[in-house]
């Protein structure tokens, strides 16, 4: 709508003998009252009789030589059903708003929609309006803030905003209206219980429309509650992908267990011809920051569990255990269980499935010498699963020897064989001295005494491991 308005303004100082008219294009009412100024602006014959069609006289009018020259701006022709079908309930002859576009060689029309559908029907030509590019959002947020400010925390800023126009507006306004500089209101955004509040907040833009909403969030629910009422099928989709990261979430993480590859393709659609998501070259998936946040703050507390426990039975099926076979699909699957990993009230949900995603996860990463990050999710996994499996649970016990294992990567060998002992008196309870997971923790202790050097303790698990196995020889050579 700004690049729309400053070109119709361009063209006004520019083309003075232009006429320059602009038709709100969101409603059929809008619609219908901007047409009726262009009438009563050109005074066309007829507009005075109630049963005229008054859409039906303008277009008749512009697409006359009497029209002179003239560019239309339709904005927000977003609903799609306007186009295509007249309204409810109107007059026999009235046709939909799409046949009243009039074509002239001495008139054009500018159009801005967020549908891709509209632009496809309408335009003979599409100029898609990308994000702004890092150097361009950095310009508008230096001119609108009339402040000083520090350059790399306005970038970090401006890439929490996701470079959209309408979110920098909104940051100014914030911090115009609370005296707060870049760097205070960067510290503010920075924690999602202040997003709400800021999202939510009531700015102005030159060139608003009057009945336009006030706030980010507004303007998204907007969309997302006709989205709602028009595709259905589309919106739990948007809310499984509130719980992933933003970029590049593979079609895979979002099809139903029973879906075919067809409706996987087609659910996505509308979400895609309105903007709310884009489809990447790599059959991935991508949503806007600010949408994904939106998402998260309008879903009630049941739903957020619902679709919560979704992303994560989808996560954790997906997730392989780590091996090093496996780490281009752990690579492409981390940033999303990161993100789920992120709300911990799902800890008390599913804590199965979320103790295997963390299992598997650490894995990976320990694997790849991420050593912190595998002992932090290594911690999470076994006091989740000591939590609800109880503490001699084979899961629980596998989980101790997995953090111990990560502690031992980061040289903490007195912590490692803590946990690796303490794992071991356990087992030999719980599961017996010959248990496998038992003599594998033997191997693994005699594995780190021998790393520090203590010989006699090492030896002593060696002749214990070795007597296991003379022992199974020999009840093989007997039977």
């Given at each position: 709508?700004q690049i729309?308005?400053?070109y119709?303004?361009?063209?006004?100082?520019?083309?003075?003998?232009?006429?320059?008219?602009?038709?709100?294009?969101?409603?059929?009412?809008?619609?219908?009252?901007?047409?009726?100024?262009?009438?009563?602006?050109?005074?066309?014959?007829?507009?005075?009789?109630?049963?005229?069609?008054?859409?039906?006289?303008?277009?008749?009018?512009?697409?006359?030589?009497?029209?002179?020259?003239?560019?239309?701006?339709?904005?927000?022709?977003?609903?799609?059903?306007?186009?295509?079908?007249?309204?409810?309930?109107?007059?026999?002859?009235?046709?939909?708003?799409?046949?009243?576009?009039?074509?002239?060689?001495?008139?054009?029309?500018?159009?801005?929609?967020?549908?891709?559908?509209?632009?496809?029907?309408?335009?003979?030509?599409?100029?898609?309006?990308?994000?702004?590019?890092?150097?361009?959002?950095?310009?508008?947020?230096?001119?609108?803030?009339?402040?000083?400010?520090?350059?790399?925390?306005?970038?970090?800023?401006?890439?929490?905003?996701?470079?959209?126009?309408?979110?920098?507006?909104?940051?100014?306004?914030?911090?115009?209206?609370?005296?707060?500089?870049?760097?205070?209101?960067?510290?503010?955004?920075?924690?999602?219980?202040?997003?709400?509040?800021?999202?939510?907040?009531?700015?102005?833009?030159?060139?608003?429309?009057?009945?336009?909403?006030?706030?980010?969030?507004?303007?998204?629910?907007?969309?997302?509650?006709?989205?709602?009422?028009?595709?259905?099928?589309?919106?739990?989709?948007?809310?499984?992908?509130?719980?992933?990261?933003?970029?590049?979430?593979?079609?895979?993480?979002?099809?139903?267990?029973?879906?075919?590859?067809?409706?996987?393709?087609?659910?996505?659609?509308?979400?895609?011809?309105?903007?709310?998501?884009?489809?990447?070259?790599?059959?991935?998936?991508?949503?806007?920051?600010?949408?994904?946040?939106?998402?998260?703050?309008?879903?009630?507390?049941?739903?957020t569990?619902r679709?919560?426990?979704?992303?994560?039975?989808?996560?954790?099926?997906?997730?392989?255990?780590?091996?090093?076979?496996?780490?281009?699909?752990?690579?492409?699957?981390?940033?999303?269980?990161?993100?789920?990993?992120?709300?911990?009230?799902?800890?008390?949900?599913?804590?199965?499935?979320?103790?295997?995603?963390?299992?598997?996860?650490?894995?990976y990463?320990?694997?790849?010498?991420?050593?912190?990050?595998?002992?932090?999710?290594?911690?999470?996994?076994?006091?989740?699963?000591?939590?609800?499996?109880?503490?001699e649970?084979?899961?629980?016990?596998?989980?101790?020897?997995?953090?111990?294992?990560?502690?031992?990567?980061?040289?903490?060998?007195?912590?490692?064989?803590?946990?690796?002992?303490?794992?071991?008196?356990?087992?030999?309870?719980?599961?017996g001295?010959?248990?496998?997971s038992?003599?594998?923790?033997?191997?693994?202790?005699?594995?780190?005494?021998?790393?520090?050097?203590?010989?006699?303790?090492?030896?002593?698990?060696?002749?214990?491991?070795?007597?296991?196995?003379?022992?199974?020889?020999?009840?093989?050579n007997?039977?």
């Open positions: 709508t729309a308005l400053e119709a303004y361009l063209t006004r100082q520019n083309q003075p003998d232009t006429s320059v008219l602009w038709v709100n294009g969101n409603s059929y009412t809008r619609f219908q009252q901007d047409y009726m100024q262009i009438a009563t602006a050109a005074n066309i014959p007829g507009i005075g009789d109630a049963k005229a069609d008054i859409p039906r006289l303008s277009h008749e009018w512009l697409q006359s030589n009497e029209s002179g020259r003239w560019i239309m701006v339709l904005d927000c022709a977003d609903d799609f059903d306007i186009y295509l079908s007249p309204p409810a309930g109107s007059p026999e002859g009235h046709a939909a708003h799409g046949a009243y576009l009039p074509w002239n060689p001495n008139g054009s029309i500018l159009i801005t929609t967020q549908t891709r559908g509209v632009a496809r029907h309408l335009a003979n030509k599409v100029i898609v309006i990308y994000p702004m590019r890092q150097n361009e959002a950095l310009e508008m947020l230096q001119k609108t803030v009339e402040q000083d400010m520090d350059q790399p925390v306005a970038r970090k800023l401006l890439g929490l905003l996701g470079y959209l126009p309408l979110a920098i507006c909104l940051a100014a306004n914030f911090m115009k209206s609370q005296q707060l500089s870049v760097d205070e209101f960067y510290d503010l955004y920075q924690k999602k219980s202040n997003q709400s509040r800021i999202l939510s907040s009531q700015f102005s833009d030159m060139g608003q429309d009057y009945d336009a909403p006030t706030s980010i969030l507004g303007t998204f629910q907007i969309s997302l509650r006709t989205l709602e009422s028009r595709h259905p099928e589309s919106t739990p989709l948007l809310h499984t992908m509130s719980f992933f990261d933003i970029d590049r979430i593979p079609f895979s993480l979002l099809e139903e267990q029973e879906a075919d590859s067809l409706q996987l393709y087609d659910t996505p659609a509308p979400l895609t011809s309105v903007s709310l998501i884009n489809t990447g070259e790599d059959s991935g998936v991508s949503i806007h920051r600010l949408v994904h946040a939106v998402i998260r703050e309008t879903m009630d507390e049941e739903t569990m679709f919560a426990n979704e992303a994560l039975r989808s996560l954790s099926a997906k997730v392989p255990s780590g091996d090093f076979a496996e780490w281009d699909v752990c690579t492409l699957l981390y940033p999303h269980a990161k993100a789920l990993f992120e709300f911990r009230q799902i800890e008390d949900t599913n804590p199965e499935q979320l103790s295997l995603l963390f299992h598997n996860t650490g894995r990463l320990l694997g790849r010498g991420e050593y912190w990050q595998a002992q932090e999710k290594s911690e999470r996994v076994y006091y989740l699963r000591k939590k609800y499996f109880g503490p649970h084979s899961l629980t016990l596998s989980s101790l020897c997995s953090l111990a294992g990560a502690f031992q990567s980061l040289g903490e060998y007195s912590k490692a064989q803590q946990l690796y002992e303490q794992a071991l008196e356990t087992m030999e309870k719980a599961l001295p010959d248990h496998p038992t003599l594998n923790t033997v191997n693994n202790l005699e594995s780190l005494y021998k790393a520090q050097g203590k010989l006699s303790e090492a030896e002593q698990m060696y002749q214990r491991a070795l007597a296991k196995k003379e022992r199974t020889s020999a009840n093989s007997r039977r």
